[in-house]
């Protein structure tokens, strides 16, 4: 068996997210506004992650080496958070881990009160706004 890193998980992660992102980004068109770039990253991230609990739970069943937590909890921080809720809850995975939700639910809170100040930012016109 091959066992794997944790920097190979996060590397591959951090690739296939990027790669997807640029070509969700390239086929919009729109490489001159930044939040799309934000957007398509957010996007990318959750499929990514998504499937790797999807893998993950596959390499439980089987008995072989997992995609460690880290790696799981890393990318939900790093805006897959939407794509592992869903992958909990479509795959049954990690579910029932108390230690697990808790980390996650930290994560969920944070990006939540990040999401708010963003969204208090932009109402207040200090985001996205052209000054000349």
């Known amino acids: 068996m091959v066992r794997r890193s944790i920097l190979w998980w996060h590397a591959t992660w951090f690739l296939t997210t990027f790669l997807l992102a640029t070509g969700i980004v390239w086929r919009a068109g729109a490489l001159r506004q930044g939040i799309v770039w934000l957007l398509a990253w ?3 991230a959750s ?6 609990f999807g893998m993950d739970k596959w390499f439980a069943q089987r008995g072989t080496p997992r995609v460690p937590e ?3 909890w890393l990318a939900s921080l790093a805006g897959g958070s939407p794509g ?4 909990m809850r479509l795959f049954r995975h990690k579910t029932a881990k108390r ?3 808790s980390v996650f ?3 969920l809170a944070m990006q939540a009160i990040l999401g708010a100040i963003v969204v208090a930012m932009i109402v207040r016109g200090e985001i996205l706004t052209t000054r000349p």
């Open 47 to 52: 499929v990514v992650t998504a499937g790797f």
């Open 70 to 72: 880290r790696t799981l």
């Open 105 to 107: 639910g930290m994560i």
């Open 84 to 87: 592992a809720w869903l992958g």
């Open 99 to 101: 230690s697990f939700r």
């Open 42 to 44: 957010g996007v990318a």
